[in-house]
Each structure stands twice: as structure tokens, then as C-alpha cells.
């Protein structure tokens, strides 16, 4: 079993007699950046997402995009050096704020 496997199985640990939460997950590559946009119509598939999203900050590219569920928000894969302040999509221009994955319990 690679050790990435065995991390994710892990929920917590125990260090000096406490119990921590304890979340793995598979770090983006150098260069990448992931940015959240809300304000998406729902049940935007993600062909659409691809032909419709755009970007105009310069040296930076839309990599992949998927919604969250039946939500009105998608997760955006950037590459280049900063995260752009908005995305345009079906002639609206959406904030893009930086993704922080959380935990839910």
C-alpha cells in the first residue's frame, strides 16, 4: 500500500496524550493555484464550464473547473503566479477568492 493510502485512511492522531483532527489530501502541483467562484448557475456542467470560463489576467491559465454539487460554486484549477481577482463566465465577472479546503463533520 503506497503511504499516501495509508495517510488517508487517518482521522486523527494522538500526540502527547491528545487527540487531534487529522485531514490528508494530495497537495496541487507547483505552479498551480486553486480558486473558488460563487455565483455560478447551478447544474453548470463542466463542458460548459471549460467553453465559457475566461480569464484576463496575463501568464495565467484556467487548467480545470468543476462545480461543487448542485451548488452555485465551482472549484478552479489556475496555473501561473498569482490567483486571479475574477473569472468571466456567460458575461458575468465573478470573484475568484483562493481555495481552502475544510474539513466537515
Known sequence: MEVASM???ISQLKIRGQVHAF???VADLEG???GIVHGIPARTSQ???KDNLHVRTQGVNIETATMLGSS???I???TGNVLPRSVYI???DLICY???PTVQE
Open 76 to 78: 478552479i484549477t489556475f
Open 32 to 34: 498551480v493555484l486553486p
Open 23 to 25: 485531514n490528508a489530501y
Open 7 to 9: 495517510l488517508r485512511v
Open 47 to 49: 463542458d460548459e464550464l
Open 90 to 92: 456567460m458575461g458575468a
Open 98 to 100: 483562493p481555495y481552502k
Open 72 to 74: 452555485k460554486t465551482a
